[in-house]
C-alpha cells in the first residue's frame, strides 16, 4: 500500500488547495483526465472566449440600427476554436507538468475508487493518505430518452471542440448551459432549435428574469416550450420526435439538461462519506464531510456549481488543514452567479418568489435600462434591474439584473450587502457617474 500525508482528488479548484505550508509534506492529486477541472477545459473560461465572439457577431448584425454600417458575413468556427483551445491546452498541460516535477508530489492519471476509509484505489494500487480532499466535481447528465444513447450527441464537455459550425443545432434543455450555448451558435450563424420541458427559461432565476429572458429567446431563435424528445434516431441527421407531434432533424444535438457530481463513480460510501439525495457529499461549515480527515470542496458538494465558490473553499480548505486548531468556517451568505447569453444576466440573494413562498415581507424595486441617459445610447429595450429589500431593516435582500454587463454590475450591489449598508446609503452615501450604466442602479435603489 502506497501512502500519503494529503491526497487530492480532482486538480481543478483542488490543485489550489497545495500552498507553501505544504511544502514539507507528501501530497499526491488524483486527476485522470487533464488538470484544471471543468471550469478551464470544458466550462466557464472557453464558452466566455465564445459568447465574447458571439457577442461581437451579434453586434455587427445590429450595428445598421444606430446609423453603422456594419454587416455580419460569417465566421470561421475553426480560428474561433482554436484561438481559445490554443490558449487553454497548453495551460492544463502545464499545470500536470509542474506538478509532476515536484519531488513531494505525487501525480495519479488513472479514476480513485474508494475501498476503505482514506482509502482509494487506483488502477490495482491501494492508496491511502492521513488526509483527503474530495474535488473531483461533476458531469453532464443524460436523460432516458429513447434512442438517445445510440446516437452520437454532444455534452458540455465536447459541444465547444467540434470539427465545424453546426447548420441546425438543437438544444435539449433550458438552463444556463442552454443559454449560453444557444446565443453562441446562433450569433455564429447557426440555426437554433431549444427544446425545453418548461414553460419558461432558467428554472431557479427570478420569475421576472425568466418571463424576459424567454421572450428575448423565442424572437430570435427557435424555442419549443412544455416539450420533451419522445424519440431520438440518428442516420445522416437526427431525428428527434417531439411531444408535440413535431420532428426536427437537426445536424447536431447537445444534450443540456443538468449535471451530477462525480461520487458515485467514487463509490465514496465505500469510504464512509454520506450524501444527500442529489448525490452531493455532505459537509460541515468546515467542509469535513462524514468520515474523518476527508474534506470536500466545489461541484461535489456544493449545488451551486460554481467556480468562485470552488475557488472559495479552496483557499479556506488551504488554512484548514495546516491549522487544525483554527478552523474557518464557509460563509455562503451572499453568492453571485451569472449567465452569459444574450442578455447577460447577473443575480445575488432570493428571488422574488423565494421571499413569497417563505411568507417574508419585502419591497420591490424596478428600473429599465431604457430609463438612463447610457441605455439610449445602446439603445436597449429589454434590460432592467429588480431590487428586492427589507422593509424593516432597509437591506438588500436580492439583485436581479437582465442587460448589458449585468454580472458586473451585481458586483457593487454584493459589496453594499456584504458591508451591511442600506439601500438609502448605496443609493445616496456616493455619487454614481453620469452618464454611465451604474446609474441604473442608483435610479433603482432611489425607487425604494
Not at 61 to 77: E, I, K, S, Y
Not at 80 to 94: E, G, K, L, T
Not at 330 to 337: E, G, K, M, V
Amino acid at each position: 500500500m502506497t501512502h500519503h500525508d494529503l491526497l487530492i482528488i480532482g486538480a481543478g479548484s483542488g490543485n489550489s488547495v497545495i500552498g507553501p505550508g505544504h511544502d514539507g509534506m507528501d501530497l499526491a492529486i488524483v486527476e485522470p483526465w487533464v488538470f484544471g477541472g471543468t471550469c478551464l477545459n470544458r466550462g466557464c473560461i472557453p464558452s466566455k472566449m465564445l459568447v465574447h465572439a458571439a457577442d461581437v457577431a451579434l453586434a455587427a448584425r445590429r450595428g445598421p440600427t444606430l446609423g453603422v454600417h456594419t454587416t455580419f458575413g460569417g465566421a470561421d468556427w475553426p480560428a474561433i476554436r482554436d484561438r481559445i483551445f490554443d490558449r487553454i491546452n497548453p495551460i492544463a498541460d502545464s499545470g500536470r507538468d509542474y506538478r509532476q516535477g515536484l519531488d513531494n508530489v505525487t501525480v495519479y492519471e488513472s479514476p480513485a475508487r474508494f475501498v476503505d476509509e482514506r482509502t482509494v484505489d487506483i488502477a490495482g494500487t491501494t492508496v491511502s493518505a492521513d488526509q483527503v480532499v474530495l474535488a473531483a466535481g461533476g458531469r453532464p447528465v443524460t436523460p432516458e430518452v429513447p434512442g438517445l444513447a445510440d446516437t452520437p450527441f454532444h455534452t458540455s464537455d465536447s459541444i465547444m471542440r467540434v470539427d465545424s459550425l453546426p447548420a441546425h443545432l438543437v438544444i435539449l434543455g433550458g438552463g444556463f448551459i442552454a443559454v449560453e450555448m444557444a446565443h453562441v451558435f446562433d450569433a455564429l450563424g447557426s440555426r437554433v432549435t431549444i427544446v425545453h420541458r418548461s414553460d419558461l427559461l432558467l428554472r431557479g432565476a427570478d420569475d421576472a428574469v425568466r418571463e424576459r429572458i424567454t421572450g428575448i429567446y423565442a424572437a430570435r431563435m427557435d424555442v419549443r416550450l412544455d416539450t420533451t424528445v419522445r424519440r431520438v434516431g440518428h442516420d445522416d441527421v437526427f431525428r428527434l420526435e417531439l411531444s408535440d407531434g413535431a420532428t426536427l432533424e437537426p445536424d447536431q444535438l447537445l444534450v443540456a439538461t443538468g449535471r451530477r457530481p462525480n461520487t458515485d463513480s467514487l463509490d465514496v460510501a465505500a469510504g464512509g462519506i454520506h450524501t444527500d439525495g442529489r448525490g452531493l457529499v455532505t459537509t460541515d461549515d468546515y467542509l469535513r464531510t462524514s468520515s474523518k480527515g476527508v474534506w470536500a470542496l466545489g461541484d461535489i458538494t456544493n449545488p451551486a456549481q460554481l467556480k468562485h465558490t470552488a475557488n472559495a473553499e479552496a483557499r479556506l480548505l488551504t488554512h484548514n488543514l495546516l491549522n487544525p486548531g483554527d478552523l474557518r468556517a464557509i460563509d455562503r451568505l451572499h453568492t453571485p452567479h451569472a449567465v452569459f447569453g444574450h442578455p447577460q444576466i447577473g443575480s445575488v440573494g432570493p428571488t422574488q418568489q423565494q421571499l413569497v413562498a417563505e411568507g417574508r415581507p419585502h419591497l420591490v424595486s424596478v428600473r429599465n435600462f431604457s430609463d438612463i441617459a447610457y441605455g439610449w445610447a445602446m439603445e436597449d429595450t429589454t434590460g432592467f434591474v429588480k431590487l428586492l429589500a427589507d422593509p424593516d431593516t432597509r437591506l438588500l435582500l436580492g439583485a436581479h439584473i437582465l442587460g448589458p454587463h449585468a454580472p458586473t454590475l451585481i458586483q457593487q450591489l454584493l459589496q453594499g450587502m456584504v458591508a451591511g449598508l442600506t439601500v438609502d446609503q448605496m443609493a445616496r452615501a456616493q455619487l454614481y457617474v453620469h452618464p454611465a450604466i451604474p446609474e441604473v442602479v442608483e435610479q433603482t435603489l432611489l425607487g425604494f
